[in-house]
């Protein structure tokens, strides 16, 4: 079986309002879309995803007591070196991480997440400038 050309993969855009949408939930369905696994013709080795935009990323919600529990850690490699921020402060700073963290740890650990990543467009509020929007999520 051939691979498939650049020029034979047909992507897509899709728009996702995060305004009242749990975390968990919309990263999976944008990480299928991202991967290509609603397309007949999927093979993992494929990069024949589509294009995912999100909007109202201040919107974002998480069940629970997640918002004063969860936690993103990042570690600058040096002695005493890591940081921590909470998920109600971190939305408030710049919740496109959050989002884009979510989405980043649902991907296949390897070659193609960068790949993937590239066209995952994500806005704090409703405008975008994207031309061609082909299907719409509620």
Not at 80 to 88: E, N, Q, R, T
Not at 91 to 118: C, E, F
């Amino acid at each position: 079986m051939a691979q498939k050309k650049k020029a034979m993969i047909d992507r897509k855009y899709h728009l996702f309002d995060a305004q009242g949408k749990i975390l968990g939930r919309l990263a999976t369905e944008i990480a299928q879309l991202l991967m290509g696994k609603h397309k007949v013709d999927y093979a993992p080795h494929i990069d024949a995803g589509d294009f995912v935009v999100i909007t109202n990323t201040d919107g974002i919600i998480v069940s629970g007591n997640k918002s004063e529990a969860k936690t993103y850690h990042r570690f600058s490699g040096y002695p005493g070196g890591i940081k921590s921020v909470v998920f109600k402060d971190q939305v408030k700073k710049d919740s496109r991480k959050v989002i884009w963290q979510a989405v980043y740890n649902m991907l296949p650990k390897n070659a193609l997440r960068g790949r993937m990543l590239t066209r995952l467009l994500i806005n704090k509020n409703a405008e975008h400038n994207q031309k061609v929007i082909h299907v719409t999520h509620e």
